[in-house]
């Protein structure tokens, strides 16, 4: 994570913090609960943050679409001076209004720019409509008006942020402070940010990426962010400028774990691009023409120098969403189509994939151990997906609109037994459009696998395996969805209306579960004081004996 002592010191309003009691009365007031229940006890509602309060009504249309959390801890600063130098650009403004805290990790972004995007295949023909070019620009320079250098504030921003956004701006909070406004916010004017993402273990202070719905992509230092008073985005690399490359939305920024400074950004076209932080990307990036749109292709850039390095062609139409396994080898993705894909990177291959049951995919997370993916969307179901099965193997019953948000809960851990049956046991969590957050536990030695429905009798069920389960999925195969009869299905441990408007993100953290809805407000629900979790990396799934819940 990003280093040094370097204070942070930003123009601040005080806003005194939001009565509890008067919180809890406007909550009720909606039929809302401050708290859910769980077997292992009630989940309370800490914390919820918001846009500030002098956010005019118009931005409230546009709402999160991510949220992100990072932890900024001592690690030396390595110089940001230390980039090739890059070419000029604009800068975009940072505005200051009722920010009293720094942040840092994923940064949240919302809705709809003002800006007309062109639906583009990126095939590098040439011209910036087809995406020939590859520019990068360099963003720097002092605040407006202050004679202040970035670095010469006295806090040393340490602590865990939560970075969220509304419309075009991303905010940054402290999540565990009493403030309900943000303590800083940037502004990127007639652009909105879509996509973020942080890497904790960047070891030269760029460790924060921004992607537009402009097409335009940014890593900086989220710390350098915080140290700089003024309202610029300051230190940071400008990638694929004015969407010379791809003038497509940016659907989703990822940086590769174990591959320090590779990250890829996945457009609504359906392409991938794999860049490295490192290259100033002035050299010209132009790939073959897809011939086609059909069919997964890789295309590497024809000089070393370029940036990006590699066209990844996913799908025809959108990527909804991205996701790596922890150890960097497999990515995820999802798109309109309604098909997961999941690619060996390194080998770029495609692995195998499949169909939603109905509708589009808008989501997926994988299991910190690589074994299980999470995919949600249109159809209202969670699907289970193993990776050494290649297919479904259970789906999750208990939302009434489309899935937007799914992840896996690595640092729960049930409760311990001294029954030598253990099995695996899996927490996962999903957000919808019906307001909802639900929890579930899988367990996959407790799944009922049912058999299909004997001609003229009842449907039976069975452990045994029945056709969908027994087929052998051929690598590289993107199958058809299932039957309902086919797969085992899940009940959720937990059903709780948590917002009064749809919800957009789920992250789940060491002390608690965050949740953020259309309307620009981000809830924090800490566990059960009594609850012992895993370790922060929690890369090994949790053994016992209990079996599914609900």
Not at 136 to 161: A, E, F, I, P, Q
Not at 185 to 213: E, M, R, T, Y
Request: glycine share 10%; proline share 5%; with cysteine.
């Amino acid at each position: 994570m990003i280093n040094n002592e370097a204070a942070v010191s930003t123009t601040t309003t005080t806003v005194a913090p939001p009565s509890t009691s008067s919180s809890n009365t406007a909550a009720q007031s909606l039929g809302l609960k401050n708290f859910f229940k769980t077997p292992e006890g009630r989940y309370k509602l800490r914390h919820d943050k918001a846009h500030p309060s002098s956010l005019l009504p118009y931005a409230l249309a546009k709402s999160i679409t991510q949220i992100t959390l990072a932890d900024l801890k001592d690690q030396p600063v390595q110089a940001v001076a230390n980039f090739p130098a890059l070419q000029p650009s604009s800068s975009y403004s940072v505005a200051s209004s009722g920010v009293r805290y720094v942040t840092s990790k994923f940064l949240g972004s919302s809705g709809n720019g003002s800006r007309m995007l062109g639906f583009v295949g990126g095939n590098g023909t040439g011209s910036k409509t087809n995406g020939g070019a590859s520019k990068s620009g360099h963003v720097g320079g002092l605040s407006n008006g202050s004679s202040s250098t970035v670095g010469s504030n006295t806090s040393d921003g340490k602590g865990t942020y939560l970075i969220f956004n509304v419309g075009d701006t991303l905010y940054i909070t402290e999540l565990n402070s009493e403030e309900k406004d943000p303590i800083k916010s940037i502004s990127f004017g007639n652009s909105n940010p879509v996509c973020h993402a942080f890497d904790s273990k960047a070891k030269d202070g760029h460790d924060f990426l921004i992607g537009l719905n402009t097409g335009d992509v940014y890593s900086g230092s989220l710390r350098l962010q915080l140290q700089d008073v003024g309202k610029k985005l300051v230190g940071a690399h400008h990638y694929n400028k004015d969407g010379a490359l791809n003038n497509t939305r940016c659907m989703g920024v990822a940086w590769i774990p174990e591959r320090d400074g590779t990250f890829v950004a996945a457009h609504a076209d359906g392409n991938l691009y794999v860049y490295e932080k490192s290259k100033d990307g002035s050299v010209e990036s132009s790939f073959p023409v897809i011939k086609d749109q059909t069919q997964f292709s890789v295309a590497h850039a024809r000089s070393s120098k370029s940036n990006p390095i590699a066209r990844w062609h996913i799908c025809q139409g959108p990527i909804n969403a991205i996701a790596f396994s922890a150890d960097g080898r497999y990515l995820a993705t999802v798109g309109r189509d309604g098909y997961l894909r999941v690619f060996d990177y390194l080998n770029e291959q495609l692995i195998c994939g499949g169909k939603s049951y109905y509708g589009a995919l808008l989501c997926c997370a994988w299991s910190s151990d690589g074994k299980y993916i999470l995919t949600g969307g249109e159809d209202d179901l969670v699907q289970v997906w193993s990776m050494e099965d290649r297919k479904v193997v259970a789906w999750g019953e208990g939302h009434n609109s489309w899935v937007s948000g799914v992840a896996f809960d690595s640092y729960w851990s049930p409760p311990t037994s001294e029954d030598e049956s253990e099995s695996t046991v899996y927490r996962f969590g999903s957000v919808g459009q019906d307001t909802q957050l639900l929890l579930w536990d899988l367990a996959m030695d407790e799944l009922v696998v049912p058999l299909r429905r004997p001609p003229g009798g009842s449907p039976t069920y069975s452990r045994a395996h029945s056709s969908h389960w027994d087929n052998v999925v051929t690598v590289g195969t993107l199958q058809p969805a299932p039957s309902t009869k086919d797969v085992p299905k899940l009940a959720p441990l937990v059903a709780h209306r948590v917002h009064s408007e749809p919800l957009s993100a789920l992250i789940f953290s060491r002390e608690s579960i965050l949740t953020a809805s259309r309307d620009g407000h981000v809830k924090i629900w800490t566990r059960p004081s009594d609850v012992q979790v895993s370790g922060s990396d929690a890369l090994t799934p949790v053994k016992a004996a209990s079996s599914v819940s609900g």
